[in-house]
């Protein structure tokens, strides 16, 4: 059986290149992760996430619980098998979309019951359901069950941190599956002590990982840029860094900088769904605006995508005004393939000893 191990190959000030070894391959970092909700990357194949050059995907024990049920992706041979991808796959905990998506909710030192956003049925979610949902769903790395607050309300992440740390331990105790990885979560807010007792105490419990939560969901850059210091200077550099939730150019290249490996968002997918482009220097083009409607560039005239090397910016504008399906594809293969690459080049930069060069003009010229 594959042990989880981590390989840093090359360092640049705090930002690393490293290897994650997994049972379903190696993870060359800094990664990132496309979002599969519901067991798919919206609107694209996992053919076509091979062929931009994904290496991992996320998947949400949450929403799979709640449709088509863990029990019943487990029958089918788990997630790998059943949504065809033969790569590395993370789920996490569920336990930011029971807080942030469920209708109703009350949490216990035990764990939270929560009204379902479907239909309205009652659930509980206990670390040891959320690790026994995770183990069914067979993702290469799983999530403590965690509870992520407001950022700013001190009162509440002090509550918050309590059971997260809680939940970490009986997480840990209630994961019986060697060929998955389980990480610990770091909450905190925005309170600089409050992050540095939460990597002491979750550094100390011995995960073969860590993932920073609780960050981009309220606090400015500078606070979250400054709570990943404050972590990152506690968790131990021999194990990978996974900030969760996090997509922009700008933020990918802050992260690195301050040591962060793995990163995942709906970004890409959600900007494509509002007709949005990314572009590598961190600007978006609506690609709904008349000034398209005869362009005959590609999105990105520097982008080595499928969509960049294939189509105009007139023919994808056309599509999203006749409201055809392939604009959601074209769209979410191109900007996948911005951040994607993003995090190769860093990886390059890193292994060449010139990163922080290249960030400063990737930071100078948008980044974000």
């Known amino acids: 059986m594959t042990t989880f191990t981590f390989e840093i ?94 209708k109703i909710r009350e949490i216990d030192a035990d764990g939270v019951t929560f009204r379902s956003h479907l239909d309205g049925s009652v659930h509980r979610f206990t670390p040891e359901k959320s690790i026994a949902i995770q183990e069914n769903l067979g993702a290469d790395i799983i999530m403590a069950l965690d509870e992520c607050p407001p950022p700013h309300d001190r009162a509440y992440n002090e509550e918050a941190l309590a059971r997260t740390h809680a939940w ?54 500078e606070e979250m840029y400054a709570m990943i210091e404050v972590v990152n200077a506690v968790l131990p550099p021999e194990k990978p860094r996974y900030l969760m939730g996090v997509g922009t150019p700008q933020d990918l290249i802050e992260a690195v900088r301050r040591g962060v490996d793995i990163f995942d968002c709906v970004l890409p997918t959600r900007l494509a769904r509002h007709h949005a482009a990314m572009l590598q220097n961190g600007g978006r083009l609506n690609m709904r605006r008349n000034e398209f409607a005869r362009d005959p560039r590609p999105i990105d005239e520097t982008c080595t995508c499928y969509t960049c090397q294939h189509f105009s910016r007139a023919y994808i504008r056309h599509l999203i005004i006749a409201k055809e399906m392939l604009a959601a594809t074209l769209l979410s293969i191109h900007n996948l393939h911005t951040l994607v690459q993003l995090a190769k080049a860093m990886r390059q930069a890193i292994i060449a000893g010139r990163f922080e060069a290249w960030a400063a003009v990737q930071l100078q010229t948008g980044g974000g």
């Open 9 to 102: 190959v090359a360092t640049d000030g705090h930002a690393r290149a490293g290897v994650f070894h997994t049972p379903h391959g190696d993870l060359l970092t800094p990664v990132f992760a496309p979002v599969g909700t519901q067991a798919t990357v919206k609107a694209v194949t996992p053919a076509q996430l091979e062929a931009l050059g994904a290496s991992l995907v996320l998947a949400n024990t949450y929403h799979l619980y709640l449709r088509p049920g863990d029990d019943l992706v487990a029958e089918m041979g788990g997630l790998h098998a059943f949504m065809q991808w033969p790569h590395p796959m993370l789920t996490d905990s569920g336990g930011f979309q029971v807080f942030s998506l469920a």
């Open 168 to 221: 970490a331990e009986r997480s840990l105790q209630a994961h019986t599956r060697r060929d998955q990885a389980l990480f610990g979560i770091v909450q905190g807010g925005v309170f600089p002590d409050l992050r540095e007792q939460s990597a002491e105490f979750i550094a100390s419990l011995g995960f073969p990982g860590h993932a920073i939560g609780g960050l981009s969901v309220g606090e400015t850059k």
